[in-house]
């Protein structure tokens, strides 16, 4: 697997740092967000929590994907700015708590 960023692009307004990038995996299928996310957090140098994939494409018959991704300075920062169902593709979201319903007494 290998990956090549076409454009990185400063977000000041949302404080992040915007990637497209292409994703080259020859004779293996389109690989999974978090085995990405892995990917771009060593080629950015920053820690895996801190990067959502927001898309990934495939095309068929070949064996790129391209897609776009955003680099929050922290994850608390990324909790404030991201969509709900983005961060939980990514893992990022805190699972709420199951409560345990109590009987009602009649």
């Known amino acids: 697997m290998e990956l090549e960023i076409q454009e990185k692009r400063e ?5 992040r740092t915007e990637v497209h990038f292409i994703l080259r ?3 293996s299928p389109t690989p ?3 085995n990405v996310r892995e990917e771009l957090s060593k080629v950015m ?3 895996k929590d801190r990067v959502v994939v927001d898309h990934m494409k495939s095309s068929f018959g070949v ?3 391209k897609g776009y991704a955003k680099i929050y300075p922290s994850k ?3 909790m404030k700015v991201e969509r709900e169902y983005l961060l939980k593709r990514n893992k990022l979201e ?3 708590e199951k409560k345990k319903e109590e009987p009602k007494e009649e």
């Open 11 to 15: 977000n000041p307004l949302l404080n």
């Open 25 to 27: 995996h020859p004779n």
């Open 32 to 34: 999974k967000r978090d």
């Open 45 to 47: 140098k920053v820690p």
């Open 63 to 65: 064996h790129d994907s």
């Open 76 to 78: 608390e920062e990324a």
């Open 94 to 96: 805190a699972k709420p």
